[in-house]
């Protein structure tokens, strides 16, 4: 299983869905960043507009996926955080990891 994504100018928009737990979101998570650093980006917007929950292991794969994208020279930014994920993100601290944006213009235009 991986999220579907979509290229605007030279970004991927991941767009994940449902929840990002453990034992099936975080790997989709994990996948699809994965097949898009393996198709040539690294230049990744995730769109949480679609997802309703995050766990621990979400939270851990969103920042190994920061980490490995980095490391590639690429940057991984957030778009649309819902209350409760941006709120859980703020507490961990996680937050001041990520440029986190609210319009996907800003988003794309921000690389």
Not at 48 to 74: P, Q
Not at 76 to 100: G, M
Request: hydrophobic content about 40%; glycine content about 8%; cysteine-free.
């Amino acid at each position: 299983m991986t999220f579907p994504s979509r290229t605007r100018d030279d970004v991927t928009i991941l767009e994940p869905s449902g929840k990002i737990t453990i034992g099936r979101g975080d790997i989709a998570l994990r996948d699809s960043v994965d097949q898009i650093m393996t198709d040539g980006s690294n230049k990744i917007v995730v769109d949480f507009r679609k997802v309703t929950r995050m766990d621990s292991s979400g939270m851990a794969e969103l920042v190994a996926a920061f980490k490995r994208v980095t490391e590639s020279g690429g940057q991984v930014k957030l778009l649309r955080l819902p209350s409760n994920i941006r709120d859980v993100l703020t507490i961990t601290q996680i937050a001041q990891v990520f440029d986190i944006f609210d319009d996907e213009d800003e988003a794309v235009g921000s690389f």
